[in-house]
C-alpha cells in the first residue's frame, strides 16, 4: 500500500463561503471559513483490507474503529482463539472530511458508505462512542445483525438506567437467537448489535417528544 503523507491545508485549500454585504449603497465582499469537523465517517476498506487501513491511518494519528470479535479456529489438533472483524471491510474512521479525502485520493481500497440518497454516512458522535463501548467489552452474549434482520419499529426506544451502560440509549426488542429481548444499538443501515440480556427493571421507555 502506498504511503500518504499528510500535509496541513494552504490558505488556496481551505475552503471559504463567500457572501456580499450591501451597506450604504457600497458592496463589500465577505468570506467565511467553512468549519469542517471532526466526525465518524462509516467507510468500507474493500477487498478486506480494513486492518491494513486501520494501522496506516493509526500511523497519522487518525482514530478509527473496526467492530471486532472472538472466534475460535481449528489448526490441526490446535485451537486458537482469535479476534476478528464483525463484518469485513467495514471500518469507521474519526476525522476531517478534508483530510479524509486527501488520504482517499492515495488509498484506492477505502470508499464511503452511503444512504440510498447518496449521502455520506456520518454517525453522531454520542451514539457512536456508545456503539464503541459496547462492542469492546467483547462480551460472548452480544449479537451482532445486519440491520435488516431486525425490525426496530416493532420495539420500544429505552434508557438504560444504571449499570455500566447508565445513560445508554437503544431499542428494546427481541432478536433471532436470544430468549429474552434486547437493547439493540444500531448504525444507520450498517451494523446492529444486541447488548447482553438487562433487567427490564433497569430500563425506562423515552417518551416520544
Known amino acids: 500500500m502506498d504511503e500518504t503523507k499528510l500535509t496541513s491545508p494552504t490558505p488556496a485549500q481551505e475552503k471559504h463561503s463567500m457572501s456580499l454585504v450591501v451597506s450604504d449603497g457600497n458592496v463589500s465582499i465577505v468570506h467565511k471559513r467553512i468549519e469542517d469537523p471532526v466526525r465518524w465517517f462509516a467507510m468500507r476498506a474493500t477487498y478486506r483490507h480494513e486492518l491494513k487501513i486501520r494501522d496506516m491511518l493509526k500511523e497519522h494519528g ?8 472472538y472466534t475460535f479456529i481449528k489448526k490441526g489438533k490446535k485451537i486458537t482463539r482469535l479476534q476478528v472483524p464483525v463484518i469485513n471491510s ?4 474519526y476525522s476531517t472530511q478534508q483530510k479524509l479525502q486527501a488520504i482517499k485520493a492515495q488509498n484506492p481500497y477505502l470508499q464511503y458508505i452511503v444512504d440510498k440518497n447518496k449521502q455520506k454516512i456520518i454517525v453522531p458522535e454520542k451514539q457512536m462512542q456508545q456503539f464503541i463501548t459496547v462492542c469492546s467489552t467483547y462480551d460472548d452474549s452480544l449479537k451482532f445483525f445486519d440491520p435488516t434482520e431486525i425490525n426496530l419499529t416493532k420495539g420500544t426506544r ?20 436470544a430468549r429474552d429481548r434486547r437493547v439493540v444499538i444500531a448504525i444507520q443501515g450498517i451494523i446492529a448489535v444486541a447488548m447482553a440480556t438487562i433487567n427490564p427493571e433497569l430500563i425506562q421507555p423515552i417518551k416520544e417528544k
Not at 467495514?90 to 474512521?93: E, R, S
Open 158 to 177: 429505552v434508557k438504560i438506567l444504571a449499570g455500566e451502560f447508565e445513560g445508554y440509549e437503544g431499542t428494546f426488542v427481541k432478536v433471532k437467537g
Open 90 to 93: 467495514l471500518i469507521f474512521v
Open 62 to 69: 487518525i482514530e478509527t474503529f473496526i467492530p471486532m470479535k
